[in-house]
Structure formats: structure tokens, C-alpha cells
């Protein structure tokens, strides 16, 4: 297997680094399915009773751990593998995803066939979960590796993926649904065999293409001085060191509370609109007020997806210019006044305000995933940032059971107390913006970490640049006089055209919302 080994994959002088990014895109969009595993609810209810739900089906509330469990097991998978990951390197780590997620698949099948629950909870969750842990932290330490002068720009492109792919996964989920569904079957396992071998190969395809720059290597025209800014470290802190910092527990709750308010309004998007916006009629039965039906709330679905994703590229690089701690600045404190508007926009009957400022939120919450990695390496150094990134995502396996949790929850608890529309969901709103304050107060906490946790062998002297590891190293940073431009333009095309077709298919569900 030395084929996959890290040596294997250095790059040769000459390599253009940005054939990285769509090894990356083909790695992020496979694994971004898992939040478009929501189509699968309602036909996985039906597998006996095929148009509608019969004895002995699944129910909703047991479906649901499919994806919280994916959900747990990739921040317990990345937090635990991350230092392997390291050591590794992204090609032997990319293909152990692969078969990770696409066995997932292969085994969620099987569990549908045979109508085995637990089997679909070991194959798509527990296995398909340790895939997207595997899937999510490699591209992005590689990338920034990569991309030293832009290291915000360089996540935004891999977790701009990780957006992208639920677009690709449900419209594709749809698709094959309806071309395998018969009488007597509602076309999920053929679905599952299928997306598990498309995936499978599409991860590989990323595997097989990805490198790593040579010790030493640098972007032509690109200096790596000695950063005057206080929070950019010139030296690394290993993981053993970091994670114990206050700085680090600092970015955990950060990061923690800004996915669980997202997740609360992403994971509710279809019900929350409809029932704060409902149809309003007369004594006589004439429509007084049109509201949101089911259709346009599936607009107002695919709107935030789109901005979901978009906040994921537009937010890291423009972090690139005026730091980190800004931009989660704007994240935290504007997002805390949007959640308070919510209600606002509600009760000032205006749709457009209302979706407004969902779609700010959203962004931001795209945003904060792919501008966390950079923050780290900020802070950390390059050297272990991807495993220091592994273990902080386990922050998102908490947020991805709180924020639906709460959601939920609380609106059945209001619900229960005879409380409609607006009224289900505006304490949860401001419930949302406290806990971003609280990461607001955390953020303005983070310090430069002490350089005496640095590690000895990689402390830059003040004033003085890393010197190349060799000669050979320092030439490759010509970036594309050897890579041929067809070769470059194929790789993006490759990654491209799937994000290109699936947000072209979200796009044709927007005209329903402003009908």
C-alpha cells in the first residue's frame, strides 16, 4: 500500500496548487450528502407499506438518530484520528473515507432490504460517520498547507464543498428514488448502492489527484515573515499542547454555539416559515392572506442552502483581510440582533425582511465552519492543524444534537401551552442569540497562546524566515509552468460540473417562494 503513503504524494517541482482544491471539492461534496439525508425520512417510514406508512414501518423520531449518530461519530472520529491523519497524509486518509462512507452506503442497503434498523444506524451512522470525520479534516489541512498566503480562501474552497454537496445529494437522491421506486419498492436500497458507489468513486478520484507541498515549499512571490499581528503564531504548538489551552476551549464554545443556532433554523427552515407566515382566511372562507404554502417554504429550503454554501468561501477569505477574530465578531454579535429580528419580521408580516435575514444567519453559519480551521492555524501554527481541527469539530457533534434538541423541543413545549405561529419559535430565537453572546464573550477572550508552548524545533527567530528544506523544494513554488492547462481545467470541470448541476436544480425550486 506504499501508494498511498504521504511520500508517495509530494509534489514535484513545477505542480500547480491549484489542482488541490478540486481533490478536495470531489472529497467535499461526496460527504455533504449527509445533510440532504432529510429526503430519505419519509420513503424509509413507507419501506412496507411503500405508498404510505404500514405496520411495522419506521417511524420518524427513530430515523432521526441516523443522522445524529453521522453527525457524533464524525467529530468523535475526527477528533480521534486526527493526529494519524497528520501523519498519514491526505491521499491514505481520503481513501480510507471512501470506503468509510461508501460501505456505509453498501451497508445502510442491506438494512433496508432486510428492514434492520440498527443495521442502517451501524452503516450510514457509525461507519459513514467516521468517513465524513476522515473526509471533512483532510482536504482542509492540506489545503492550508497549500495556501499559506490565503489560508481563509483555501478552507472556503473545501467546506464550500461540504455546502455544495447537499445540493448534489438531494437532487440526486430524488432522482434515482423515482427511477428504482415499483410496486413493491420505494427505491431506497438501489438509491443506497448506488450513491455508495458514485461516492465512492468520486472520493478516490480526489485521493488519487491530491499532493502535499515538499518541506520548505512556498508560493512563488510569497515571503513567509515573521507576523506582526499578535494572534498569528510564527512557530507551531503540537496537539498535545493546544488542546489544553484556554484558547482552544475558547474556539470549542465559539464554534459550538454558533452551529447550534444555525443548525436550530436549518434543521426547522420548512415548518418555522409556514407556521409564522400561515394561509389567513374570512368568515367566509375567502383567502384574506395567502401565507406559505409547502411548496415555497421548499424555496425558502433551497435559498438557505445556497447561502449556506456561498457564506462558506465569501466569509473565510474575507477573514484573509481583516482577521479572524473580526469576522467571528460580526458572526456572533450581528447574528445575535438577526435572531431577534426574526420574531420582528414575523409580526411586521414581511416575508421578505423575514427571509432576509435568515439568509444572513445562514451565511454566517457556512461561514463559521470553513473560517475555524484558519483561526487555528492562526493560532496553532500549520504544523498539527488538522488534528487540532479534528479534535475542536467534536464541538459540532454537541451542537448537532443541541440545536435540533432545542428547536424541537422547546416548540412542542410551547405548542403544548397553546401557543401558535410566532409564539413557538420566539423564545427559541432569543434563546439562540443569548448563546451567541456567550460566544461572542468567549472569542473577545482568545489571546495569543504563550510561544513557550511552541515546540522547539519549529520556533522562528524574530525577524528571520524559515529557510527551504532544499533546493528542489524552493523551485516548485513555480506554480503552473509544468502542470498542463488542460490537465487543470479537466480537474475543476470534474469537480464542477456536480456542484454546477445541483445548484442549477436548487435554483429551479426558488420561483415557488416568490409566487
Known sequence: MSFLDRERTVAAPGFSRWLVPPAALAVHLSIGQVYAFSVFKIPLTQCIGITK????????????????IAIAFLGLSAAVFGRWVERSGPRKTMAAAACCFGGGFFLSALGVAWHQLWLIYFGYGVLGGCGLGLGYISPVSTLVKWFPDRPGMATGMA??????????????????????????????????????????????????????????????????????????????????????????????????????????????????????FPKVSGPGGEVLKKGIGAAAAGGFVALLSLFNMGGRFAWSSLSDYIGRKNVYIAYLLLGAVLYCLIPMAARAGSTAFFIGVCVIILSMYGGGFATIPAYLKDLFGGMQVGAIHGRLLTAWSVAGILGPVLVNYLRVHFKDRGATGIGLYAPTMYLMAALLIVGLLCNLAVRPVDARLQSPATKTPAGKTPAPASSAASCAGGDARVTSPLQLAGYWLVAGIPLGWGIWKTLMKLPTLFQ
Not at 406508512?53 to 445524529?68: H, K, M, N, R
Not at 499532493?211 to 510564527?234: M, Q, S, Y
Request: aromatic share 12%; hydrophobic share 50%; charged share 10%.
Open 159 to 276: 467546506i464550500m464543498g461540504f455546502g455544495g454537496g447537499a445540493f448534489v445529494g438531494s437532487n440526486l437522491s430524488l432522482v434515482l428514488m423515482d427511477t428504482f421506486k415499483s410496486a413493491t419498492s420505494t427505491g431506497v436500497a438501489m438509491t443506497f448502492v448506488v450513491m455508495g458507489a458514485i461516492y465512492f468513486a468520486a472520493m478516490i478520484f480526489g485521493a488519487l489527484i491530491v499532493r502535499v507541498p515538499a518541506d520548505g515549499w512556498k508560493p512563488a512571490g510569497h515571503e513567509p515573515v515573521t507576523h506582526d499581528r499578535k494572534l498569528i503564531t510564527n512557530g507551531n504548538v503540537p496537539l498535545d499542547r493546544a488542546w489544553r489551552t484556554p484558547q482552544f476551549w475558547c474556539l470549542w464554545v465559539v464554534l459550538c454555539f454558533n452551529v447550534t443556532a444555525g443548525i436550530g433554523i436549518l434543521e426547522q427552515a420548512s415548518p418555522m416559515i409556514q407556521e409564522m
Open 53 to 68: 406508512s404500514a405496520p411495522g414501518d419506521w417511524e420518524q423520531p427513530a430515523l432521526a438518530w441516523i443522522f445524529s
